[in-house]
């Protein structure tokens, strides 16, 4: 058995689903033999997150199989399964309570490819997907903002709230009045180019030309005597915007790639408000529209107290409301979800994770294919086995580096309402983990007042240690 037979096994047979790209990446990849450090070189996605959606997936063809599956025993385990049929693919029991999907015997099939929403949450939605929610008026406020000529948008949220989901919409729907799109994700870029500001800004020139199917005449206008951002500049002024005769929708998402060099941060993002000045007093920059999306937890290991990007329309995506939360359960089929009792059943998920995008996904997903109980989930929850252990372990990691955010965020929840430090209530905020009712700090949700209560007293247990040496400590 060949990785292609062994993939056709797993989606036809065993998991009754196609997997996802990075799915499919990795599968091949472990099938291979490489490690997940190795996959994280051919791609522009970090070892950590790799290897969570692995360990997923293992943990996923485990259950189909009934017997566990590593990336190291996968060529002994799946060749056995070969010659099932998809009428004979296992039935999984988690020893759980179930929902109105459970058979009599106590256990559940997986579901079939075609339900909505099995796909596990990661990564931007698919334009054709019934899962994306609308969020009025972000959407209308967007669109109607890039039409204007020289526009400036910025879309900023915490991290996994639905910046690229939108940012794909938003340029789908602009494409069918006429403009051209150019689409630069930052993740896509490769460390080195971040080496200096010259190397990224001649990537992000031959990537502005493909997309607007233009040859790269980069060294007919480059010179380095007056400089990169200069060079860039007139590249854009003398070539691109004189060979494209529509509107130009210039978005740039994952911006937040680049504040992790604070000098090419404040060279690159200057260099873009420069630009949309140039649209006041340059009839041919006017046809330049600009679209910054970024995530707001960038912020806090820096010494910027806000972006030097902060021109033309800024939205924040908000939570889901308690109506978006029900709309989502029932594109997910849980059909306990509908009326006024679903509604009442949805409160208290609502109350544990804020309405935020992602968590609610994840937890419909897992309650769509039966592993637990609404009850279950919500109990484990804010504990370090809980299905957003991942998620907030990340977290964690990041307080463990800042002390002083971790102690503020530790007044939060462990209290009613706290007046903060004004540069300390931002940056936690920008983390998305409390909001601000007028002049007092609160949990952004009950999953984080439950979690970081139980969890800060350790880090700060290991900060008082000898051993360790956080970065704020190593910088005094």
């Known amino acids: 058995m060949n990785s292609d037979e062994a993939l056709d096994q797993i989606e036809r047979v065993l998991l009754l689903r196609s997997l996802s790209p990075i799915e499919r990446f990795i599968f091949q990849q472990s099938w291979a033999g490489r490690n997940y450090h190795?996959?994280?070189?051919?791609?522009?996605?970090?070892?950590?997150?790799?290897?969570?959606?692995?360990?997923?997936?293992?943990?996923?063809?485990?259950?189909?199989?009934?017997?566990?599956v590593t990336k190291k025993n996968l060529h002994l385990v799946l060749p056995y399964y070969r010659g099932l049929s998809q009428t004979s693919a296992p039935i999984v029991d988690t020893g759980r309570e179930r929902d109105n999907r459970t058979s009599t015997s106590g256990s559940v099939s997986l579901l079939p490819s075609s339900a909505p929403g099995l796909e596990f949450p990661s990564g931007p939605l698919a334009l054709d997907s019934p899962l994306y929610i609308p969020r009025p008026p972000i959407e209308e406020l967007a669109l109607a903002e890039i039409q204007q000529p020289g526009a400036a948008l910025r879309i900023r949220a915490p991290k996994k709230m639905g910046k690229s989901s939108l940012l794909t919409r938003l340029l789908a729907q602009i494409t069918q009045h006429g403009y051209r799109t150019i689409y630069i994700d930052f993740q896509e870029a490769e460390e080195n180019l971040f080496s200096s500001l010259h190397r990224l800004l001649r990537w992000f020139c031959l990537n502005v030309s493909r997309q607007l199917e233009l040859s790269p005449r980069l060294d007919d206008y480059w010179d380095e005597g007056i400089g990169s951002k200069v060079s860039c500049k007139v590249y854009f002024d003398a070539y691109v915007l004189r060979q494209i005769d529509a509107p130009i929708v210039l978005a740039l998402n994952e911006v937040n790639r680049i504040f992790e060099y604070s000098p090419i941060a404040r060279d690159f993002l200057s260099m873009l408000r420069f630009w949309h000045e140039q649209t006041k007093q340059d009839s041919s920059w006017r046809k330049l529209r600009l679209v910054v999306a970024h995530s707001t937890e960038a912020y806090a290991p820096l010494t910027l107290n806000q972006s030097p990007f902060n021109v033309g329309l800024t939205l924040s995506l908000p939570p889901f409301t308690l109506a978006q939360v029900q709309m989502l359960a029932q594109r997910y089929e849980l059909d306990w979800?509908?009326?006024?009792?679903?509604?009442?059943?949805?409160?208290?998920?609502?109350?544990?994770?804020?309405?935020?995008?992602?968590?609610?996904?994840?937890?419909?997903?897992?309650?769509?294919?039966?592993?637990?109980?609404?009850?279950?989930?919500?109990?484990?929850?804010?504990?370090?086995?809980?299905?957003?252990?991942?998620?907030?372990?990340?977290?964690?990691?990041?307080?463990?580096?800042?002390?002083?955010?971790?102690?503020?965020?530790?007044?939060v929840v462990t209290s009613d309402g706290v007046h903060l430090d004004a540069i300390a209530a931002y940056k936690l905020e920008s983390m998305g983990l409390i909001h601000l009712d007028r002049t007092l700090a609160k949990p952004s949700c009950d999953l984080y007042r439950l979690y970081f209560s139980k969890q800060l007293p350790a880090i700060f247990k290991i900060l008082g240690s000898f051993d360790y040496e956080p970065e704020w400590r190593k910088a005094e």
Not at 42 to 55: R, V
């Open 38 to 68: 190795e996959m994280a070189q051919d791609c522009s996605y970090g070892s950590t997150y790799i290897k969570e959606i692995g360990s997923q997936l293992w943990q996923d063809l485990s259950k189909a199989v009934g017997t566990k």
């Open 337 to 411: 979800a509908t009326g006024e009792a679903g509604i009442q059943r949805l409160l208290p998920l609502l109350n544990m994770v804020g309405g935020h995008p992602y968590l609610v996904n994840l937890a419909f997903y897992y309650l769509r294919r039966g592993e637990m109980t609404l009850e279950q989930l919500l109990q484990e929850a804010p504990t370090p086995t809980g299905i957003y252990s991942s998620y907030l372990r990340e977290y964690l990691a990041m307080l463990r580096e800042h002390f002083l955010l971790a102690t503020a965020l530790q007044q």
